[in-house]
């Protein structure tokens, strides 16, 4: 896809494999930036977490989110923190060392991160590209650890938990993707809209047929659309909310 000016190109794939669903990357470079935007989603018959990769570097800052994006809840269901993430702490210490905790995060994000999320930023003189790198490949090769291990859920009605927790995440993701606003600057609001629920976040309409404001009535405005603000939430996590055995520390947050 070509940008409306003529002078980015947007670079997509997907595919599919036995325990996967949907395996995507959208690829964006010009002469002022470079993104990618990384995601592979489970089928529902397994509760693996989602991989997830998003960096955007541009000549004066590099963002990076890098996370095995937990499909039930980490913080108070512990026996899926357990199952996936326990094994995994070691990997995320030693990334967050390197690459320390980025900043403010709202609670509402914080809910669809797990205890190794990577989440920083740094500027290009700090060279922190190999280590970056390094932890791409490294959670890469973990997940698929996980998804090769992982056995087919037979019971239905866990398979439909699965579905819903997936499309939840979806719905929130297609709705807050921070990446909306450059995406609507290349290629137009509809353009936008269309590539985040068909591609980047595909599955909203196969998954589910509830909607963002079923599952977080509190962005209901009065007309009942969206409210457009970005956190209904004013809570917020300046670091990093999990200790080096995955436990949630989050009552070190501020507003």
Same mark, same amino acid.
């Given at each position: 896809?070509?940008?409306?000016?003529?002078?980015?190109?947007?670079?997509?794939?997907? *595919?599919?494999?036995?325990?996967?669903?949907?395996?995507?990357?959208?690829?964006?470079?010009?002469?002022?930036?470079?993104?990618?935007? *990384?995601?592979?989603?489970?089928?529902?018959?397994?509760?693996?977490?989602?991989?997830?990769?998003?960096?955007?570097?541009?000549?004066?800052?590099?963002?990076?989110?890098?996370?095995?994006?937990?499909?039930?809840?980490? =913080?108070?269901?512990?026996?899926?923190?357990?199952?996936?993430?326990?094994?995994?702490?070691?990997?995320?210490?030693?990334? %967050?060392?390197?690459?320390?905790?980025?900043? @403010?995060?709202?609670?509402?994000?914080?809910?669809?991160?797990?205890?190794?999320?990577?989440?920083?930023? *740094?500027?290009?003189?700090?060279?922190?590209?190999?280590?970056?790198?390094?932890?791409?490949?490294?959670?890469? @090769?973990?997940?698929?650890?996980?998804?090769?291990? %992982?056995?087919?859920?037979?019971?239905?009605?866990?398979? =439909?938990?699965?579905?819903?927790?997936?499309?939840?995440?979806?719905?929130?993701?297609?709705?807050?993707?921070?990446?909306?606003?450059?995406?609507? @600057?290349?290629?137009?609001?509809?353009? %936008?809209?269309?590539?985040?629920?068909?591609?980047?976040?595909?599955?909203?309409?196969?998954?589910?047929?509830?909607?963002?404001?079923?599952? *977080?009535?509190?962005?209901?405005?009065?007309?009942?659309?969206?409210?457009?603000?970005?956190?209904?939430?004013? @809570?917020?996590?300046?670091?990093?909310?999990?200790?080096?055995?995955?436990?949630? =520390?989050?009552?070190d947050s501020t507003n």
């Amino acid at each position: 896809m070509i940008s409306t000016d003529g002078t980015v190109e947007l670079q997509m794939q997907s *595919f599919q494999a036995p325990k996967i669903r949907l395996l995507r990357s959208l690829r964006i470079e010009s002469e002022t930036m470079q993104v990618l935007d *990384f995601g592979v989603f489970p089928k529902p018959e397994y509760d693996l977490p989602i991989f997830c990769g998003n960096f955007f570097s541009n000549a004066s800052t590099n963002i990076v989110l890098l996370d095995l994006n937990p499909l039930h809840d980490v =913080i108070g269901q512990r026996d899926y923190k357990e199952k996936y993430y326990k094994s995994l702490m070691p990997l995320g210490v030693k990334y %967050a060392e390197l690459l320390p905790w980025g900043g @403010k995060l709202t609670s509402e994000s914080i809910k669809f991160f797990s205890p190794v999320v990577i989440w920083t930023k *740094f500027t290009p003189n700090q060279q922190k590209y190999d280590a970056l790198y390094s932890a791409f490949v490294d959670f890469n @090769k973990a997940w698929l650890v996980l998804m090769d291990e %992982a056995e087919e859920e037979n019971n239905e009605s866990r398979i =439909i938990c699965n579905r819903e927790a997936q499309h939840r995440y979806l719905a929130w993701r297609a709705e807050k993707d921070p990446g909306h606003g450059l995406l609507k @600057k290349l290629i137009g609001d509809t353009a %936008a809209k269309d590539l985040l629920r068909n591609f980047l976040f595909h599955g909203i309409n196969e998954l589910g047929s509830k909607t963002f404001l079923d599952y *977080f009535p509190e962005y209901r405005s009065k007309d009942g659309t969206v409210r457009e603000r970005r956190s209904m939430i004013g @809570k917020s996590f300046e670091n990093r909310p999990w200790d080096a055995n995955g436990e949630f =520390i989050g009552n070190d947050s501020t507003n």
